[in-house]
């Protein structure tokens, strides 16, 4: 099962939010193989946010870009070892079928670190300098090693301490007690009285006697012990083997490991799994463990999947999209979608609003439109094609618009179209800036790069109060972008006509169809669609 995102252009408009809410409903509808996401690549507008929240509808979240990210390749499994489980534990993971380079080690439910057979391996040839190691025992764990059974328990339940075998004579065990001072060691000997009885004195931290299969014959004191004895029923060689396995896994463990966050990009974890000295990296999301990787996992970069919706051009798409794997595109503007290496699923029509498409593919698979979603789908057109007034209405518009207003339990289309958009900012109020990105393309045209950003409202009495601020942040805008020119257009759904504010181009200017009010203000009667009225008539102007 796939996870794909549906998704709009940047600077989403009405249009664009609802094409993405309606479509994935539908998708995840007619193909339950497959996972859909709305998501939006922009910040909501004014009139859609409250748009949405007047409908009670969740909009899609915020997704910065489609890059992949090291989540797409991070693994889990049901392999794990316990920071107090025996390094044998470990070693017979790795013993297994599993292809896995590391091991996660977990504190009940809580990640503690990643092992792998580099740690292990440390751990075999560890000499500290040539002296005899010393190791950290937890008692608890010699009967998960060594078969057998304790004689008495002990005091302490963990220690640290060397190992001492004791297979030599006596006189020649003792010296060697004698030099192991400040550091006595667990012994491992067989049924010897001799050696116990020195242990025993010199309270070393535990014994381990070796193939005791059925009691210890040695007559000792054991009550004046206080360490642990452990009867092991294997030879000594293969009880000392085994002993040192019985060393907790945490003591292997790597102190403040590097750690990815899930939403690292691909490339950048792998370049520093890489450069690290690790075999695998943990990855967590905030602060909560989410799984690892190994280098195995980056030797193929998977590709997110996507829908485009509301446009078609990689450069109006998300972050990322060039990367990404486009599945479908549904869309009613012009057609410059880049190459694909796949064929893919394209319905481009020329209707007044995307929803409409959509509304059409409802239709074709038989699906349900509920008076919730058929009140998204109606604000999606009925904001794109401002009311059924714009030239870029079509009949298909008109009748879709009709059966979503029985379907969605709305009485008026004008008091439903008014009341959305009456919610839109006041631009006299609003930050300019953010106002002129809200809805803002770029075309390259004719050795041209200029932007258009348009913003509906309810009157254009009060233009004056804001058109030079708006000229003076236009302007910032084109150099920010590196235009050659940029526009703003202000459209009054109400009395159907707009106001273009743009930066100066002179040898443009004086060719537009426009009356010119004021310096860088035009009056554009009956100019509702810039896609439908004003780029072609900029198109023109630029030819001539």
Same mark, same amino acid.
């Given at each position: 099962?796939?996870?794909?995102?549906?998704?709009?252009?940047?600077?989403?408009?009405?249009?664009?939010?609802?094409?993405?809410?309606?479509?994935? #409903?539908?998708?995840?509808? +007619?193909? @339950?193989?497959?996972?859909?996401?709305? &998501? %939006?690549?922009?910040? $909501?507008?004014? !009139?859609?946010?409250?748009? #949405?929240?007047?409908?009670? +509808?969740? @909009?899609?979240?915020?997704?910065?870009? &489609? %890059?992949?990210?090291? $989540?797409?390749? !991070?693994?889990?499994?049901?392999?794990?070892?316990?920071?107090?489980? @025996?390094?044998?534990?470990?070693?017979?993971?790795?013993?297994?079928?599993?292809?896995?380079?590391?091991?996660?080690?977990?504190?009940?439910?809580?990640?503690?670190?990643?092992?792998?057979?580099?740690?292990?391996?440390?751990?075999?040839?560890?000499?500290?300098?040539?002296?005899?190691?010393?190791?950290?025992?937890?008692?608890?764990?010699?009967?998960?090693?060594?078969?057998?059974?304790?004689?008495?328990?002990?005091?302490?339940?963990?220690?640290?301490?060397?190992?001492?075998?004791?297979?030599?004579?006596?006189?020649?065990?003792?010296?060697?007690?004698?030099?192991?001072?400040?550091?006595p060691p667990i012994l491992v000997?067989?049924?010897?009285?001799?050696?116990?009885?020195?242990?025993?004195?010199?309270?070393?931290?535990?014994?381990?006697?070796?193939?005791?299969?059925?009691?210890?014959?040695?007559?000792?004191?054991?009550?004046?012990?206080?360490?642990?004895?452990?009867?092991?029923?294997?030879d000594t060689a293969e009880t000392?083997?085994?002993?040192?396995?019985?060393?907790?896994?945490?003591?292997?463990?790597?102190?403040?490991?590097?750690?990815?966050?899930?939403?690292?990009?691909?490339?950048?974890?792998?370049?520093?799994?890489?450069?690290?000295?690790?075999?695998?990296?943990?990855?967590?999301?905030?602060?909560?463990?989410?799984?690892?990787?190994?280098?195995?996992?980056?030797?193929?970069?998977?590709?997110?999947?996507?829908?485009?919706?509301?446009?078609?051009?990689?450069?109006?798409?998300?972050?990322?999209?060039?990367?990404?794997?486009?599945?479908?595109?549904?869309?009613?503007?012009?057609?410059?979608?880049?190459?694909?290496?796949?064929?893919?699923?394209?319905?481009?029509?020329?209707?007044?609003?995307?929803?409409?498409?959509?509304?059409?593919?409802?239709?074709?698979?038989?699906?349900?439109?509920?008076?919730?979603?058929?009140?998204?789908?109606?604000?999606?057109?009925?904001?794109?094609?401002?009311?059924?007034?714009?030239?870029?209405?079509?009949?298909?518009?008109?009748?879709?618009?009709?059966?979503?207003?029985?379907?969605?339990?709305?009485?008026?289309?004008?008091?439903?179209?008014?009341?959305?958009?009456?919610?839109?900012?006041?631009?006299?109020?609003?930050?300019?800036?953010?106002?002129l990105e809200a809805d803002f393309?770029?075309?390259?045209?004719?050795?041209?790069?200029?932007?258009?950003?348009?913003?509906?409202?309810?009157?254009?009495?009060?233009?004056?109060?804001?058109?030079?601020?708006?000229?003076?942040?236009?302007?910032?805008?084109?150099?920010?972008?590196?235009?050659?020119?940029?526009?703003?257009?202000?459209?009054?759904?109400?009395?159907?006509?707009?106001?273009?504010?743009?930066?100066?181009?002179?040898?443009?200017?004086?060719?537009?169809?426009?009356?010119?009010?004021?310096?860088?203000?035009?009056?554009?009667?009956?100019?509702?669609?810039?896609?439908?009225?004003?780029?072609?008539?900029?198109?023109?102007?630029?030819?001539?």
């Amino acid at each position: 099962m796939a996870e794909i995102f549906v998704c709009g252009h940047r600077n989403p408009d009405m249009d664009s939010i609802c094409a993405a809410h309606s479509y994935a #409903f539908l998708k995840n509808k +007619v193909d @339950p193989n497959n996972t859909y996401y709305p &998501v %939006r690549c922009g910040n $909501l507008n004014d !009139t859609t946010k409250a748009q #949405f929240d007047r409908l009670g +509808v969740t @909009p899609p979240p915020f997704i910065k870009d &489609v %890059r992949t990210k090291v $989540l797409s390749v !991070t693994r889990n499994t049901e392999s794990v070892v316990q920071v107090g489980d @025996p390094v044998y534990n470990l070693v017979s993971f790795y013993g297994s079928s599993s292809k896995s380079s590391v091991v996660p080690v977990m504190e009940g439910e809580q990640y503690r670190g990643l092992l792998s057979v580099d740690e292990v391996s440390s751990f075999f040839l560890k000499e500290n300098g040539g002296e005899r190691p010393i190791y950290h025992f937890v008692v608890d764990n010699f009967p998960k090693v060594l078969k057998g059974s304790f004689l008495k328990r002990g005091e302490k339940a963990t220690f640290d301490a060397p190992i001492m075998v004791g297979a030599m004579r006596y006189v020649i065990f003792c010296k060697h007690m004698e030099a192991l001072e400040g550091r006595p060691p667990i012994l491992v000997v067989g049924d010897r009285e001799d050696h116990i009885r020195k242990a025993i004195e010199l309270q070393i931290p535990a014994i381990v006697l070796t193939g005791i299969e059925d009691h210890v014959t040695s007559n000792v004191d054991w009550d004046s012990y206080q360490g642990p004895v452990y009867l092991s029923a294997l030879d000594t060689a293969e009880t000392l083997r085994l002993l040192r396995l019985s060393v907790p896994v945490k003591e292997l463990m790597v102190q403040d490991p590097i750690r990815l966050e899930d939403d690292c990009l691909f490339d950048v974890a792998r370049d520093i799994l890489a450069e690290s000295e690790y075999r695998g990296l943990p990855v967590f999301k905030g602060g909560k463990y989410t799984g690892f990787v190994t280098r195995r996992c980056f030797l193929e970069r998977p590709k997110t999947k996507v829908i485009m919706v509301d446009h078609n051009e990689t450069e109006q798409g998300v972050s990322g999209i060039d990367e990404a794997e486009v599945l479908e595109i549904i869309d009613h503007h012009r057609l410059g979608a880049a190459k694909t290496r796949n064929p893919i699923f394209i319905y481009c029509e020329p209707l007044g609003s995307t929803c409409t498409i959509i509304y059409k593919l409802y239709i074709r698979y038989n699906i349900e439109i509920s008076p919730e979603m058929a009140r998204v789908l109606l604000s999606g057109i009925v904001s794109d094609t401002v009311m059924l007034k714009s030239p870029t209405t079509t009949f298909e518009d008109y009748t879709a618009v009709q059966d979503l207003l029985v379907l969605g339990d709305v009485e008026d289309m004008r008091t439903f179209g008014e009341t959305m958009f009456s919610s839109g900012a006041s631009l006299a109020k609003e930050d300019p800036r953010k106002m002129l990105e809200a809805d803002f393309k770029v075309y390259r045209e004719l050795g041209v790069t200029f932007g258009i950003g348009q913003c509906e409202v309810t009157t254009l009495s009060d233009i004056d109060e804001y058109k030079d601020t708006y000229l003076s942040e236009l302007e910032l805008l084109k150099m920010a972008q590196g235009l050659d020119w940029a526009m703003f257009l202000i459209t009054d759904v109400v009395k159907e006509n707009s106001i273009l504010l743009m930066t100066s181009l002179p040898i443009t200017e004086r060719k537009l169809a426009y009356e010119k009010l004021g310096e860088g203000k035009y009056f554009l009667p009956g100019v509702l669609s810039r896609k439908k009225q004003l780029l072609p008539e900029i198109l023109r102007v630029l030819e001539e």
